[in-house]
């Protein structure tokens, strides 16, 4: 082995690596290349082992010979790697492109279910006259669903609210202990709630107490065992009906029309005195009489009246000093009126065909 041949088979070697890592497809390809000419059992290695037959002046040339063929070839597969890395990266923009213009996906939005919707819309109205919410609980005992309340064990309008009583220790399915206080129910309307906040609360008191409401019911289109109410009630010096009247004007015109009639009609609960029914003139014939308003062309939305001193007193409110007035709404029933719907059973159903029209 001559020392020309040597340097011919070098600069062939080059030009052959250079162009193979040229022609390198991928990164694994260019590692095979420059295995296969730089490597320990690679053709480099293999021209430089026969330096050793060469005259000891020549060694040194032909290795810095070999060593720059070596600096090249790493450079071109450097510069190739790099190069491939980019083409690998603009193939995955270009695959994963994103397009912002596209319209994105509709989220499904619920809507709030008719009855409460109805109830915070009478909140609303209200509470631009300082009323504020409270809540109460659905299980109340006998004392303050019914004693608190002026309806002592014996009287006849506990049969109006004669409901659902809880199971419990002591107390017998028919009659032994049935009307002790202390007793459990579900509670038959929201008015116990006056209870409590007159015994929480100084006057002067204005407050707001919706929830659910349970009754022993036979269900029907415009019966329900659960409902909901909207109990109302204000404790001040110098409350009158007159104030509860415009103020329960605000909240008809509010939810069924600016000009829609009122009236007050004389009424009984136990825990108003005087008490009232509160109508508005019927949505459905505008007061000419139909069938939905027994033909008088009124419909009943709700009772109230002055709370009666025994039921302050119960709350700790003196009442030679303190006037009040409640009143308790369905927005069941109300809200069927502003949407037109005939069936109450309908709310509790959880159609959601039903719910989406609103
Ligand atoms: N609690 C009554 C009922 O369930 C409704 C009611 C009437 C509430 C008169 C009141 C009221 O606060 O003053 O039928």
């Known amino acids: 082995m001559d020392l020309r041949s040597i340097e011919e088979q070098l600069g062939e070697l080059e030009s052959r690596a250079l162009a193979a890592v040229a022609d390198a497809a991928d990164p694994d390809a260019l590692k095979q290349v420059e295995v296969a000419f730089l490597g320990r059992k690679g053709e480099l290695k293999a021209i430089l082992d026969g330096i050793g037959r060469l005259p000891a002046d020549d060694r040194p040339r032909v290795g810095a010979a070999g060593n720059a063929v070596k600096q090249h070839v790493l450079a071109a597969v450097e510069a190739r790697g790099h190069r491939l890395d980019q083409i690998a990266l603009e193939v995955r923009l270009a695959a994963e492109r994103v397009d912002p213009t596209l319209p994105g996906r509709p989220l499904r939005r619920g809507s709030l ?34 004693q608190a309340l002026n309806i002592p064990p014996d009287h006849p309008a506990r049969d109006l609210w004669d409901t659902l009583y809880l199971d419990e220790r002591g107390f017998d399915s028919d009659g032994q202990g049935q ?35 349970f009754r022993y019911e036979n269900v029907d289109a415009s019966h329900g065992f659960e409902f909901f109410q909207l109990e109302g009630l204000m404790v001040d010096e110098g409350t009158t009906l007159g104030h509860l009247r415009g103020l329960l ?8 029309g600016a000009r829609r009639p009122t009236r007050f009609r004389p009424g009984y609960y136990p825990f108003t005195e005087p008490s009232v029914a509160f109508d508005v003139q019927c949505v459905i014939c505008e007061g000419r009489g139909c069938p939905a308003c027994k033909r008088t062309g009124w419909m009943t939305i709700l009772g109230a009246g002055m709370v ?31 949407y037109g719907i005939d069936d109450i059973r309908e709310f509790l159903t959880n159609d959601v065909r039903f719910l989406e029209q609103f």
């Not at 909140?123 to 109340?140: A, I, T």
């Not at 009442?319 to 502003?338: T, V």
């Open 113 to 146: 279910h008719p009855v409460i919707e109805t109830t915070r819309e009478i909140v609303r109205v209200l509470g631009q006259f300082g009323f504020v919410v409270y809540e109460s609980p659905e299980v109340e005992t006998d004392e303050l669903n019914f």
């Open 179 to 213: 009307e002790a206080p202390t007793r459990h129910l579900l509670r038959t309307h929201t008015s116990p709630g006056q209870i409590h906040v007159m015994r929480q609360t100084p006057p002067p008191i204005r407050a707001l107490l919706p929830g659910r409401c």
């Open 249 to 256: 004007d605000e909240v008809a015109h509010a939810l069924f």
């Open 308 to 338: 009666h001193p025994v039921v302050l007193r119960n709350g700790g409110i003196d009442p030679e000093r303190y006037q009040g007035f409640a009143f308790g709404m369905g927005p069941d029933r109300m809200a069927m009126l502003r």
